[in-house]
């Protein structure tokens, strides 16, 4: 089964690192496909956060940042703010599904 | 500024039908394949299809397969997603969403709408 995972939930302190893992399969990651990552604050749409693996669209803080390797991908976050606070989805595409695939997405809790 | 801007949710019974629209600008709307994604209440997000820039090629997910069609009318620059024989696991917010690379494929999502809920109850 075609299906990207990702922990239900990760928390740190202001100013802290956390990171949030995306492991999925070689219909998905490990065939290549970029992964892309999200965030959605609260009652409001998802906004894209991470393109192409590890490139950050204008307007995006460089305390966000991304990488791939093999079946899985991390987003990193340094420096965490309250604003922070959100969940975070990450996406890629499955040539089994022929389609998009998010993963399940993560709550971060910024303590 | 891209605009996309979702309508036609509501509450609807189980095995009727509903058609969202979703009216975009601000954008070249025919440079572009379009697609719709869905979240259910509490929970993530679900790609539903994907429509290429002149309707040629399209995709499903398996979950709606055969009972939701994607469709384009460039010249109104607007997508459309007809849902029949809806499901109560049809109850979700559904995105209209812009890919960054006009895909219909592997690609990313750099506009979305704020959504249209789609309710499905007796």
């Known amino acids: 089964q075609s299906v990207l995972t990702q922990p239900p939930s990760v928390s740190g302190a202001p100013g802290q690192r956390v990171t949030i893992s995306c492991t999925g399969s070689?219909?998905?990651?490990?065939?290549?496909?970029?992964v892309h990552w999200y965030q959605q604050l609260p009652g409001t749409a998802p906004k894209l956060l991470i393109y192409?693996?590890?490139n950050r669209p204008s307007g995006v803080p460089d305390r966000f940042s991304g990488s791939k390797s093999g079946t899985s991908a991390s987003l990193a976050i340094t420096g965490l703010q309250a604003e922070d606070e959100a969940d975070y989805y990450c996406?890629?595409?499955?040539?089994?599904?022929?389609?998009?695939?998010f993963g399940g997405g993560t709550k971060l809790t910024v303590l | 500024e891209v605009q996309l801007v979702e309508s036609g949710g509501g509450l609807v019974q189980p095995g009727r039908s509903l058609r969202l629209s979703c009216a975009a600008s601000?954008?070249?709307?025919?440079?572009?394949?379009m697609h719709w994604v869905r979240q259910a209440p509490g929970k993530g997000l679900e790609w539903v299809s994907g429509?290429?820039?002149?309707?040629?090629?399209?995709g499903y997910a398996d979950s709606v397969k055969g009972r939701f069609t994607i469709s384009r009318d460039n010249a109104k620059n607007s997508l459309y997603l007809q849902m029949n024989s809806l499901r109560a696991e049809d109850t979700a917010l559904y995105y209209c969403?812009?890919?960054?690379?006009?895909?219909?494929?592997?690609?990313?999502?750099?506009?979305w709408g704020q959504g249209t809920l789609v309710t499905v109850s007796s």
């Open positions: 969403a812009k890919p960054s690379m006009g895909s219909v494929g592997a690609t990313d999502f750099d506009y």
């Open positions: 601000g954008f070249t709307f025919d440079d572009y394949a």
């Open positions: 429509i290429s820039w002149n309707s040629g090629s399209i």
């Open positions: 070689s219909s998905n990651i490990g065939a290549g496909y970029d």
């Open positions: 192409g693996n590890s």
């Open positions: 996406q890629s595409y499955d040539s089994s599904l022929s389609g998009s695939l």
